[in-house]
């Protein structure tokens, strides 16, 4: 009778080692795809860098770009959960707050730690996009992605009644500052810190959406 409760046992810690093996994968496919560049990247380097087999990463992941595609999903989520951004508890929260304002300076606060995470990556793909179908095609599906959660929000916006401009234009603005681009300038060039760029963002959007 003991041997149901040890095959139990075992499958969880195989489940549970295989599952330890992606996370280091997915840290590794990131710390290499920002530092040595998305084309120059080997699976053998992600593979050394991880600690397991090459054969490992192929099993969990196929191939490099499906790997690139799974190292951003986790990167954008701060995790390896599949949950999509805006079915997150942390978005959800924020669509209930009625003051469009607030709302607005909460999301700045949430899009700069997003962007902590995500804009080195998002350079490292755009930089690979002009030589490698694969960045081209994952760049193309971030921003489709990026475009639809920004129409998300602005659809949110548009529904408290306190939105001064067209549902589009909301989005199509916050998809232009959300991209990373600002972000690396104004923090990782010119100095700022977060909590500076935070505010400053989330004023811009206030100003640029909320009616008076």
Known sequence: ???PVKRRYDSSRRQEQARE???????????LFVTKGYGRTT?????????VAPETVYSAFKNKPALLHRTWDMTVGGDDEDVPMLDRPELR???AEPDLGTRLTAFAVFNTAAMRRTARLHLAVRGAAASDPAAAAMLAEIDRQRLESMGGHAREAAATGQLAVAEEECRDVLFATTDGTLWHQLVERLGWSDERYAAWLGRLWTASFVLR
């Open 1 to 3: 009778m003991s041997e």
């Open 21 to 31: 093996n992606r996370r280091r994968i997915l840290t590794a496919a990131h710390d």
């Open 43 to 51: 699976i053998a380097d992600i593979a050394t860098e991880a600690g």
């Open 93 to 95: 929260a924020l669509f």
